[in-house]
């Protein structure tokens, strides 16, 4: 079995982005808006089309089994208009998300958003958070570190503003992905820069702080390969036993994905990360679509790259499911039990 724990809906139908335009528009005008109206009208065999032409379809020709599936993350926008658009965009969003897996339960588990918002108490978040595990049956969650966008201008990930936050999710048992939106910041571009330095940034926020063993259950995973992290580990070890952090106690908390487009890369990470802390992920349809000409493959089909990685049998089943399912534990309800996969 292969669990893809990184996936975004960015093939959502027209309507979805025609909605949002209409409400950036409408907040721009009057910065108390109070959200929108229902939301856009979309059938079931649209949706359909747009999981079975893209993402439905590199899963199959890649043998991927499920993926976690998410809002399209760019499209978050945690730092545009108010607390109200955020939370009616959220909370449409997901509902989409939830309708995709409907459609294909066997395909994809739910990953749902949350309605941050620059300066706003992370109350709203929390709530969205418990409606969708607890209503919807989601497994997981992306969480923002920078709502305002690229300026950074929040709270680091340690400061208390956050705590009932992670205390929700320690207590539903469910992990989030440290996942930023887009850049406003002109000096950062959106997928490489603004994503990359943020998935760095949680990481060092959680080592220089340790704050996380304040929060046992909490477990997060650092997206498009951890940054930097993995190939300056020998800097932040380093860094870590001069400065007196933990730098195994983040271990307990902390996964990376394989979010790696080349194959040295992800040579590189399951060299370095444990593999007990690495969880197979592609997402796939995103950033990078194109084929690189050196394989013929895909950039994203990091399914190739694993493959060739020469890794035992124990390690690629934790990386490929193992690790997923300890990790988003309530994957358990919609998998057969893990010795019964080939
Ligand atoms: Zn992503």
Same mark, same amino acid.
């Given at each position: 079995?292969i669990?893809d724990?990184?996936?975004?809906?960015t093939?959502?139908? /027209?309507a979805v982005?025609r909605?949002?335009?209409?409400?950036? /528009?409408?907040v721009a005008a009057?910065p108390?808006?109070?959200? *929108?109206?229902a *939301?856009?009208e979309? !059938?079931?065999a649209e949706?359909r +089309?747009? %999981?079975?032409?893209?993402?439905l379809?590199?899963?199959?020709?890649?043998?991927? !089994?499920?993926t976690l599936f998410?809002?399209?993350?760019?499209?978050?926008g945690?730092?545009i *208009?108010?607390?109200?658009?955020?939370?009616?965009?959220t909370?449409?969003q997901n509902?989409?998300i939830?309708?995709v897996?409907?459609l294909?339960p066997t &395909?994809?588990?739910p990953?749902?958003?949350?309605?941050q &918002?620059p *300066?706003?108490?992370?109350d709203a978040s929390v709530?969205?958070l418990?409606?969708c595990v607890?209503e919807m049956?989601?497994?997981g969650c =992306?969480v =923002?570190?920078d709502p305002s966008?690229?300026?950074?201008t929040g709270? @680091?990930?340690?400061d208390d503003?956050?705590?009932?936050?992670?205390? +929700?999710?320690?207590e539903?048992d469910?992990p989030a992905m440290i996942h930023?939106s887009t850049?406003v =910041?002109?000096n950062?571009h959106?997928t490489?820069?603004?994503?990359?330095? /943020?998935?760095?940034t949680a #990481?060092m926020q959680a080592?220089?702080s340790? #704050?996380?063993s304040?929060?046992p259950?909490?477990r997060?995973i650092?997206?498009?390969?951890?940054g930097?992290?993995? $190939?300056?580990?020998?800097?932040?070890?380093?860094m870590a /036993?001069? +400065?007196?952090?933990d730098?195994?106690?983040?271990l307990?908390?902390?996964y #990376?994905d394989?979010c790696?487009y080349?194959q040295r890369g992800?040579?590189?990470?399951?060299?370095?990360?444990p593999?007990?802390? %690495?969880? #197979?992920? &592609?997402?796939?349809?995103?950033a990078v679509r194109?084929i690189?000409?050196?394989?013929?493959r895909? $950039?994203?089909d990091?399914?190739? $790259?694993l493959?060739n990685?020469?890794?035992d049998?124990?390690?690629?089943?934790? %990386?490929?499911?193992?690790?997923a399912?300890?990790v988003? @534990?309530?994957?358990?309800?919609?998998? @057969?039990?893990?010795e019964d996969?080939?």
């Amino acid at each position: 079995m292969i669990i893809d724990c990184h996936g975004h809906y960015t093939t959502a139908p /027209a309507a979805v982005g025609r909605w949002r335009d209409e409400q950036i /528009a409408a907040v721009a005008a009057d910065p108390a808006f109070g959200g *929108g109206d229902a *939301g856009p009208e979309v !059938d079931d065999a649209e949706i359909r +089309k747009t %999981i079975e032409s893209a993402q439905l379809r590199a899963q199959r020709q890649r043998g991927i !089994d499920l993926t976690l599936f998410s809002p399209r993350a760019s499209w978050m926008g945690h730092h545009i *208009g108010n607390a109200a658009t955020s939370l009616h965009w959220t909370r449409l969003q997901n509902e989409m998300i939830r309708r995709v897996c409907d459609l294909f339960p066997t &395909s994809f588990a739910p990953v749902c958003q949350l309605p941050q &918002s620059p *300066g706003v108490p992370i109350d709203a978040s929390v709530a969205e958070l418990e409606r969708c595990v607890v209503e919807m049956e989601f497994v997981g969650c =992306n969480v =923002n570190p920078d709502p305002s966008g690229g300026l950074w201008t929040g709270p @680091p990930l340690w400061d208390d503003y956050w705590a009932p936050l992670w205390d +929700k999710l320690c207590e539903l048992d469910v992990p989030a992905m440290i996942h930023v939106s887009t850049s406003v =910041n002109q000096n950062l571009h959106t997928t490489s820069s603004h994503y990359l330095a /943020a998935d760095t940034t949680a #990481f060092m926020q959680a080592l220089t702080s340790g #704050f996380m063993s304040g929060f046992p259950g909490l477990r997060w995973i650092i997206p498009h390969g951890g940054g930097a992290v993995p $190939y300056h580990w020998g800097r932040l070890v380093g860094m870590a /036993a001069d +400065k007196g952090w933990d730098f195994d106690a983040v271990l307990e908390h902390v996964y #990376f994905d394989t979010c790696v487009y080349h194959q040295r890369g992800v040579d590189l990470l399951v060299d370095v990360v444990p593999h007990e802390n %690495i969880l #197979f992920g &592609s997402e796939m349809i995103g950033a990078v679509r194109g084929i690189d000409p050196a394989t013929g493959r895909h $950039y994203d089909d990091t399914r190739f $790259y694993l493959d060739n990685a020469g890794l035992d049998d124990a390690a690629e089943r934790a %990386i490929f499911s193992g690790n997923a399912r300890r990790v988003f @534990p309530r994957l358990a309800d919609r998998l @057969p039990p893990e010795e019964d996969t080939p």
